[in-house]
């Protein structure tokens, strides 16, 4: 199956100004995803969608391809989804079609090879149409709460609110890594999370999906254990 990577990276970030290129154990947060993909031997196609020129840069540095994006989808209310369109018409346009599609968020510097491998192959085997990485939460999810229109807390599942935790089904979370899907079911729906998705379970410590200053922090510390 003819494969591409897509790995978005704008230039705007607010919570962590220039996230995708900050220096991260010695070389840009995004060069770790790069590497990553590259070193999976899966792709025909390993591409960086960018509006920023020194990020297009370190991508081709990496050994990436770059497809330049537009202003408007490098705004905080342009979509991942909508970025990976814009990639694969632009490939089509020069001949170019693929069966499988995997993005890959860039500040996911934890994130192994192998991880990708893995959530690729769910797709590849025909075992689902979409598959995404996952892990588990930090705290229990089903004890999750939010504020009513007055600020009382209000269960959201108040059903599973007493029960003890090995009383619940295992409960994930998408964590903001790895996404695959057949190119031509993300045409259709437009979405890279659909129903009767697979998840692909990654481990706590390499599941930082660094947004703030905090999670590269944490990043960093979980580094020394991830890699040695």
């Given amino acids: 199956m003819k494969s591409i990577a897509i790995i978005p990276a704008r230039a705007g970030s607010k919570r962590l100004p220039r996230k995708n290129i900050l220096n991260f154990k010695g070389k840009p947060i995004i060069g770790w995803t790069i590497e990553s993909a590259i070193r999976t031997g899966m792709f025909d196609k390993i591409i960086v ?25 490098a705004t905080d209310t342009a979509s991942v989804n909508q970025v990976c369109l814009d990639v694969l018409q632009k490939e089509k346009c020069m001949g170019r079609s693929y069966e499988v599609l995997c993005c890959l968020y860039a500040t996911s ?31 229990p999810a089903f004890q999750a709460m ?48 659909s129903d009767g998705m697979l ?3 990654m481990p706590k410590v390499r599941s930082i999906d660094i947004d703030t200053k905090e999670d590269f922090i944490l990043a960093e510390y979980y580094s020394d254990a991830t890699y040695q």
């Fill in 49 to 73: 969608s960018t509006e920023d020129i020194e990020i297009s840069n370190i991508a081709k540095k990496f050994g990436a391809d770059v497809s330049c994006r537009e202003e408007k989808l």
């Fill in 109 to 139: 510097p934890l994130r192994d090879y192998t991880d990708i491998v893995n959530t690729m192959e769910l797709v590849i085997s025909n075992k689902c149409k979409q598959a995404m990485a996952v892990t588990n939460f930090d705290l």
């Fill in 199 to 201: 998840g692909y379970q």
């Fill in 146 to 193: 939010f504020y009513s229109a007055d600020g009382s807390l209000t269960p959201m599942r108040p059903d599973l609110l007493q029960l003890n935790s090995n009383e619940v089904e295992e409960i994930v979370v998408d964590n903001g890594s790895t996404y695959v899907t057949r190119v031509k079911d993300f045409i259709l729906s437009g979405s890279l999370v």
